[in-house]
């Protein structure tokens, strides 16, 4: 059974100094760069919510006004009507001694 040989953790001394820290800097700019573009798709998945949501809003409030404006128009005549009826119903009453 082979045993992997594991590198001793060395400080950035000696002739390997120079070569670790090209190394660590490679890698970090890397995970820098991934990080970075994470962060970028996520601000676009943003944005684009925040675009659908606002395309939402402003459907709902046109739907809300346009079922307002609806309401009131069939609400109208009945409220109208009413003092008419009872006019009527009145005189009827008033005309049967």
């Known amino acids: 059974m082979q ?3 594991l590198a001793p953790q060395m400080p950035f001394t000696g002739k390997h100094s120079v070569w670790q820290a090209a190394d660590l ?4 700019e890397e995970e820098q760069r991934m990080l970075m573009q ?13 675009g659908l ?3 939402h809003v ?3 409030n046109k739907d809300i006004a346009a079922f307002d404006s609806e309401l009131q128009v069939r609400t109208a005549p009945a ?3 009413l003092p008419l009826m ?9 005309d049967h001694p």
């Open 25 to 28: 800097r490679k890698k970090m």
């Open 58 to 60: 402003t459907q709902a």
């Open 79 to 81: 409220a109208l009507l």
């Open 38 to 50: 994470w962060a970028e798709e996520r601000l676009a998945l943003a944005q684009s919510l925040l």
């Open 86 to 94: 009872f006019v009527q119903t009145t005189l009827a009453c008033t």
């Open 3 to 5: 045993r992997a040989f």
């Open 53 to 55: 949501l606002e395309l």
